[in-house]
């Protein structure tokens, strides 16, 4: 079916994979669109709000790869009020059942690894607030507690990294 079924999509940082490559598209376009016919647009929000915002698709992505499935007569678009809204044909349907069971595994195998994710990444925006009011102070002895901090802080990291 297609060479890679998702199984090394994933978000920059906490995952430690690469996002979507083009070639990737196109079955998670037709797994997209199984749920309803959507315009491009609808596609992006669509899998950024599968991603938990931490993967939002370019236009650039996304609209190429319509018209590639277009031509393949997995999907047909009709002009909705200025929008081309793509719909699955019977064969794009069975190709995106296929994909169905598969896709949906990559989300729930992530969703709970990016709720983790975005709870650190919170974390870290305050904590980088903190740092700059910190700085703003100008206090040299401040300043030798904080990097005292950090550092014992990114020591205990790296052991906690270093566990299986």
Do not use: C
Not at 32 to 39: D, E, I, S, V, Y
Not at 150 to 155: A, G, I, Q, S
């Amino acid at each position: 079916m297609y060479e890679n079924d998702f199984g090394y999509m994933g978000f920059r940082g906490w995952h430690g994979h690469r996002r979507a490559g083009r070639g990737d598209m196109v079955p998670i376009i037709l797994r997209a669109l199984l749920n309803k016919p959507m315009h491009g647009y609808e596609i992006i929000s669509y899998l950024e709000e599968k991603s938990h915002g931490f993967w939002r698709p370019s236009a650039g992505s996304i609209y190429p790869n319509l018209q590639l499935l277009e031509e393949r007569g997995l999907v047909t678009s009709a002009d909705d009020n200025g929008k081309k809204i793509y719909t699955l044909t019977d064969e794009g349907k069975k190709d995106a059942e296929k994909i169905d069971e598969t896709f949906k595994a990559h989300w729930e195998h992530k969703e709970h690894r990016v709720e983790h994710y975005k709870a650190l990444k919170i974390i870290m925006v305050e904590s980088f607030g903190l740092l700059h009011k910190i700085d703003e102070q100008n206090s040299e002895e401040k300043y030798a507690e904080v990097k005292k901090i950090l550092e014992e802080t990114r020591d205990k990291l790296a052991k906690l990294a270093d566990q299986e």
